[in-house]
């Protein structure tokens, strides 16, 4: 097994308070990173922090409230990791969550909504962590990176997830951009793509939706065989947070722009 020492390495993880980037602070914090995350909803959070507090004691860890879609809340986060760690060497970009909507069904705010959440989400904590990022990659270290979670509807949009679709597929595009911009100060830039990953999302679906008798393992089982994954399951948060940490670290030090799939075999290109 490959380990890989992250001490004295900053990690900063957008939405770690559940799911993918719940995950992926805990795999951080196991390669002896110091971790930042950040969410909205306190309670969500401060459970987050005790638990990685419990689980990793002595931990280098920060949690902090913070919308990604507000400005000044996203340059306080940043100040809040500078005046803690003093430097922030890897962001993922992990916030968010996805809307169901045909095209029939969505109206003009809701486009506005979903188009803000899925650019704003990359464009705030990126901008507000470069300058940080950008000294990581001068010092001692030089490793710097943003990994950003974008789904596989960039590429294989789904109709009934119409505005997620197109707004992912902008942002995949961006992420380009941006690698290209920032390889010259080598700050790579790179996304995993994933297809259905159980987290805090699909368990929200699962109260609504699942019959009584229902159990999770079951009406995932069930999801899975309805929408043809390959790997008959849904993926789960440590999946997604290993290839995160694999585009984070040097183990990916000749690699930007470019992706990872993490969905089970869902994509249909070659
Ligand atoms: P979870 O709901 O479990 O976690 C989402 C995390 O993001 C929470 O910590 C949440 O905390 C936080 N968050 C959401 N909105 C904001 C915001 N505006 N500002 C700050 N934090 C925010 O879901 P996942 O782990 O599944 O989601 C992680 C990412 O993966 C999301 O971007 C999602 O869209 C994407 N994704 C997930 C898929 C899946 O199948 N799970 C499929 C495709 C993409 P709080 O609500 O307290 O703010």
């Known amino acids: 097994m490959i380990r890989i020492d992250l001490s ?12 993918i980037g719940l995950a992926t602070a805990e795999l951080f914090l196991r390669a002896g990173a110091s971790v930042a995350i950040c969410g909205r909803n306190t309670e969500r959070l401060a459970q987050a922090e005790a638990a ?29 990791v500078q005046a803690r760690f003093g430097r922030a060497d890897m962001l993922i970009n992990n916030a968010g969550q996805g809307r169901v909507s045909t095209f029939a069904d969505t109206s003009d705010e809701a486009w ?7 650019y704003f989400s990359v464009i705030r904590p990126t901008r507000a962590f470069l300058p940080m990022l950008r000294d990581a990659a001068n010092g001692g270290a ?27 597929a902008g942002v995949q595009n961006l992420i380009k951009s941006l690698a290209v911009e920032l390889a010259p100060q080598r700050i790579r830039v790179n996304s995993i793509l994933i297809g259905i990953v159980e987290s805090g999302q699909w368990r929200r679906r699962y109260a609504k939706e699942a019959q009584p008798d229902q159990s999770w393992e079951d009406w995932t089982a069930e999801l899975a065989r309805k929408k043809n994954i390959p790997l008959g399951r849904f993926g789960k948060p440590e999946e997604a947070a290993q290839a995160l940490f694999y585009l984070a670290t040097t183990l990916s030090s000749y690699t930007t722009g470019s992706h990872i799939d993490v969905s089970g075999g869902v994509a249909r290109h070659v």
């Open 52 to 80: 990685l507090n419990a689980q990793f004691p002595g931990a280098q860890l920060l949690a902090r409230r913070c919308d990604v879609l507000d400005a000044e809340d996203v340059s306080a986060f940043a100040q809040a």
């Open 8 to 19: 004295g390495q900053v990690a900063v993880v957008t939405g770690g308070s559940s799911g």
């Open 112 to 118: 506005r909504e979903e188009l803000d959440l899925k």
């Open 142 to 168: 030089a490793n710097a990176a943003v990994v950003c979670v974008n789904s596989l509807l960039a590429l294989q949009p789904e109709p009934h997830m119409v505005a997620t679709s197109s707004a992912r």
